[in-house]
């Protein structure tokens, strides 16, 4: 059984229910807005399944990642937090978490792809998860925005695969209803605070020791042409600088041919 819960439902980039300029900032690594969206849901969804919730052990996905994290799997963090918060009060149990284990084949920014581009994709990362410690347990798979629902479908094939019988439901912040084109207002939404370098070391700075350097601003930073990106690192802290080298050694970014002169450049700033 699948079923579907957004805190935001949209249908085109004149209708977003929420702000744009946070929803950027939390996809390039603002905690404080992965909270308060982590809360928000976590809220909505208690309201609305509060007994399905109370009456069953829950398992608690977050999106799946390789190595760094993104932006989903922070705000699933709070997610968990909240709602363990909510149903302790209502005399229930915490959630359980666990992982979809992945490997990712590819550094394309999804933002910019079309569904079938991000099917052929996706179509060669590989999957994992755990049957025996989710048996007779709900399930719920987080992510920050459904848009073509590639992950979803691909989940979905997942849990066909393994002939799981639990009851799935996939949660998101935000929904974008009908058919509308989903790469353009996914793009728009993703870059919306984001212009430039210095917008992204702005919110770096704005967090402090809570911002969290997760995979679409390394892919955004090592992309940067080569002026660009040395006059970012040098603004950058240097436990930053090692953070970022360091993720791209755990992400095998050394080895893709486009991040190539940067990651030269960040493995002699640290």
């Avoid at 928000?40 to 399944?49: G, P």
């Avoid at 999106?63 to 005399?91: D, E, G, T």
């Avoid at 042409?225 to 970012?232: K, V």
Wanted: with cysteine.
């Amino acid at each position: 059984m699948y079923n579907r819960f957004a805190a935001h439902y949209f249908t085109t980039q004149n209708d977003i229910p929420f702000c744009p300029d946070q929803y950027s900032r939390f996809k390039f690594g603002s905690n404080e807005l992965a909270k308060q969206f982590g809360y928000e849901l976590a809220q909505k969804f208690f309201d609305k399944h509060a007994d399905l919730l109370l009456s069953n052990k829950v398992v608690v996905f977050a999106s799946p990642y390789n190595f760094v994290q993104n932006a989903a799997s922070i705000m699933a963090n709070h997610f968990v937090h909240k709602l363990n918060r909510l149903l302790v009060n209502a005399n229930g149990q915490h959630v359980e978490t666990s992982v979809i284990h992945r490997r990712v084949t590819y550094v394309n920014d999804y933002g910019f792809l079309s569904k079938e581009k991000r099917k052929s994709l996706i179509s060669n990362d590989t999957f994992y998860l755990n049957k025996k410690f989710i048996k007779g347990k709900v399930l719920l798979f987080l992510d920050d925005i459904r848009i073509t629902g590639t992950h979803e479908d691909k989940l979905i094939e997942l849990i066909q695969a393994e002939k799981l019988t639990n009851n799935c439901m996939f949660l998101y912040y935000a929904e974008l209803l009908g058919d509308s084109v989903g790469a353009d207002i996914e793009a728009y939404l993703n870059l919306h605070a984001i212009k430039s370098p210095q917008n992204l070391l702005s919110v770096m700075e704005q967090e402090g020791a809570h911002y969290n350097l997760i995979v679409r601003p390394i892919k955004y930073l090592m992309g940067q042409p080569a002026p660009e990106f040395l006059i970012a690192l040098h603004a950058m802290p240097k436990p930053l600088r090692e953070e970022l080298y360091y993720s791209c050694l755990g992400e095998g970014y050394y080895c893709v041919p486009a991040y190539q002169t940067n990651f030269i450049q960040l493995s002699t700033c640290i």
